[in-house]
Structures are given as C-alpha cells and as structure tokens.
C-alpha cells in the first residue's frame, strides 16, 4: 500500500482502520478546526466534550446499552477493573447487607483462562470476601491443566447470593470463548443465575467488545474492556455499569469495607461524567472515529457477519491442516473464539518456518502470547 503497511496480528494494540489514522493525522496538527492538535486540546473544551459524548452514544446505540446502564471511560486497562469491580461490588454488598462480615461474603469466579485467572487472583489479594471458584475449566481439559474449553453448565457451583459473579467472554491468550447460541452447553448459563434481585453479573469482554452484539447486556451489573483489542490504541477502558452498582464507597468503607481509591470509584466517573480527571485524549478520540467507521460499514450486524466468516475460515483451514498433520488446534469444539484462534504448528522447527513465510507475506506479529507457544489473529480491522 502507499503506507507500507503491513497486516499486524499482533493481540494489542491491535490493527485500526487507515482512514482512522489518517483523520488522526490530520487532527495531531490541528483538531476540529481549532488550531490546536488532539493531543493538546483541553478536555474541557466542547470540541472535545462533544467527542466523548458522540463516544459513549456510538456504544449505546450500537450495542443496544438501555437506560439503566451508564457508560463510563476510564483509564488504567482492563487490569485496573480486576480490582475496581471487587472494590466497588464489596461496597454495593455491604450496603444492601452491613451485617455481614467479610468471611460471610463470597465472589464466585469463572475461570477458564489466564485473564479470569489473574482476576480470581486480585480478589483474593484485595479480600473483603471469599473468593469462590465457581468452575475452573482445566478440571475438563484433554490434559488435565490447559484452559481449553468452556466448561458446560452442569459443572458451575454458585454460591447463594454472592456480591459478584465474573467471567471473561474471551479469553485472549488461551483462544477460549463462550458461545453466543444461548442453547450451546458452551454460552454463559444464564439460565443459572438467580432472578428476582438484581443478578451481579461481571463480564470480561476486552478481547471480544464489539465484533458481533453483547448476549443478555442489560442482565449484567458490568460489563468492561480495554479499548486496544478491537476499537482503539491503547489508554482507554471502556465501563458499563448498571446503575444500582454506582454506589456512595464512602457510606460502605463507614461500615467497614475497605477505602477505594477515588479513581477506582464508579460514582467518582458518573458524577464526572467520565472527566474527573484528564482522561487519554487521543485514545477517546481515535476510538470514536473508529466506531464511526463501524457504524457507516453496517454496524454490530456486518461485524457479526464478517468475523462469523473469518472464524470459519480459519478454524476450516486449521482443521484441515489438522488432518494433514501440519496444525494442532488447542481448543475443544464448540469453545474456539472468533478473535483469537490458537494453534501449534507441528514439527521441528515447523513453527519458526510458518512465521518466516508469513513474514514474507506481509504478515507479523502472529507469534501469541509470552506465556504460550500459540499465535492469536485479531481484530475487526485486520485486514483491510
Ligand atoms: N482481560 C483480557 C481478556 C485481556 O485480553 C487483557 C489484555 O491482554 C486484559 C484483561 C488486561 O488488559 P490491560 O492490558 O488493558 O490491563
């Protein structure tokens, strides 16, 4: 191309549109005509303003988000909402239940992959309640300790009234992902979760947020992702929150739960409207102009349908090098993510002459993840 660009696997950040980067360009010199570049500009200015609300309306409509969940932006990726949700979900608990103390509160955890995993983990360093691991898929792998499937229904154990239920839709590095046919064993068991109160349902959906429409998004108490697996560069995480868990932490920590950190607070984001503090400019921004892309293209509905096609693809041809013998697949039917396909090429030296030859091709960064000898593909805009 004349911008001797090449197609970047890499998991994140993650491939962006070129005429996003272009605009982008452009507006690093000067921005909405104002004479001063995106990178400079006061958040406070209503060109900008008028970016972060044009964001959060893109979302809404776009993901069908109802009224009774606000959407907020913050900073400090998804890793910041491993301890954000606890804190938050404690000091939502505590008030609908002072009586009870931290050994009588329990958050139950899905864990099937090393995202959930590290999550499971920062609730149990942050305590405040029980940790209980409501499944952890490695008990149903093929070799006893890989995160390779979606464990069915059956095998959940939920506690009572936990103050949060978490799971990762999908998992990143492990190429696991609940499926969206709500009558797969392998979805999220919705069916299981208590109705009547209002279901404290978390959910992961960095590496997955808009490629095809969120499953039963006004079920869940938060739904959060970072936005440089799909839709942004990185510095922006993406929050939606169900109002009930807005809370006032500071009436909790009275009766006893921790103190959260002002930034950590919901409230503190609501009542800002995502601008307590200087938010990553550049990242709203170009995130914005990327989901204008989305919706001029067809919206959720195209997305949904080219990356239903880009899966099949990719997972047909890495059956058939299956059966050749040339690919080994690492997850079980039925689990596989539409985002992220995870594979072994078989042989000696057989990896490192695959990534060679798609380094010829113009293809980088297919080589996965430090902690795994696998290669995600990524992206609503890999290839373009
Ligand atoms: N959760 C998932 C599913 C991820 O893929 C990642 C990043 O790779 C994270 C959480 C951590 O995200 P961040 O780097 O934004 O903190």
């Known amino acids: 191309s004349t911008h001797d660009r090449v197609i970047n696997f890499g ?3 993650s491939a962006l549109p070129v005429s996003v980067l272009e605009e982008t360009a452009k507006s690093l010199l000067n921005f909405s005509g104002t004479g001063i570049g995106i990178g400079e500009i006061s958040h406070r200015s209503k060109e900008f303003t ?19 969940h606000t959407i907020l932006f913050s900073q400090g990726g998804a890793s ?4 954000a949700v606890v804190m938050n979900m404690l000091a939502r608990y505590k008030l609908l239940h002072p009586e009870k103390t931290a050994e009588e509160v329990t958050m139950d955890y899905v864990v099937t992959g090393s995202w959930s995993k590290k999550a499971a983990e920062e609730a149990r360093r942050l305590g405040g309640g029980q940790v209980n691991v409501a499944v952890d ?23 009572e009234d936990p103050a949060l239920i978490y799971y990762c839709e999908n998992e990143t590095v492990d190429g696991v992902e609940f499926s969206h046919d709500l009558t797969a064993s392998t979805s999220f068991p919705f069916h299981l979760l208590k109705q009547g109160s209002l279901v404290p349902l978390v959910a992961d959906y960095s590496s997955s947020f808009m490629c095809r429409p969120i499953p039963r998004l006004a079920d869940h108490a938060i739904i959060y992702a970072g936005a440089q697996k799909n839709i942004g560069p990185a510095g922006l995480t993406i929050i939606i929150v169900r109002q009930d868990c807005i809370v006032d932490v500071d009436a909790a920590a009275k009766l006893g739960t ?3 950190p002002l930034m950590l607070s919901y409230k503190t984001l609501a009542d800002a409207k995502s601008l307590y503090n200087t938010p990553s400019v550049i990242s709203l921004y170009m995130t914005k102009l990327v989901l204008q892309r989305m919706k001029e293209k067809g919206g959720l509905p195209y997305f949904e349908e080219m990356n239903r ?3 099949a693809r990719i997972y047909g041809l890495l059956k058939e090098g299956g059966e050749k013998g040339v690919f080994e697949r690492k997850v079980s039917d039925g689990s596989e993510s539409w985002m992220n396909a995870t594979f072994l090429v078989v042989g000696e030296g057989a990896e490192k002459r695959f990534l060679d030859g798609a380094e010829k091709q113009g293809m980088m960064a297919l080589k996965g993840h430090r902690c795994a000898c696998l290669m ?7 290839i373009q």
């Open 80 to 83: 910041a909402q491993f301890s």
């Open 50 to 68: 008028a970016v972060v609300n044009d964001l959060e309306s893109l979302i809404r409509t776009q993901l069908d988000v109802p009224s009774t």
């Open 309 to 311: 096609k880009k899966a």
């Open 376 to 382: 995600p593909l990524f992206s609503n805009y890999r």
């Open 137 to 159: 898929s490695r008990q149903f792998s093929k070799d006893g300790k890989s995160f390779d499937n979606i464990p069915s229904h059956e095998s959940y154990k939920l506690s």
């Open 258 to 260: 921790a103190p959260v």
């Open 11 to 13: 998991a994140g950040p």
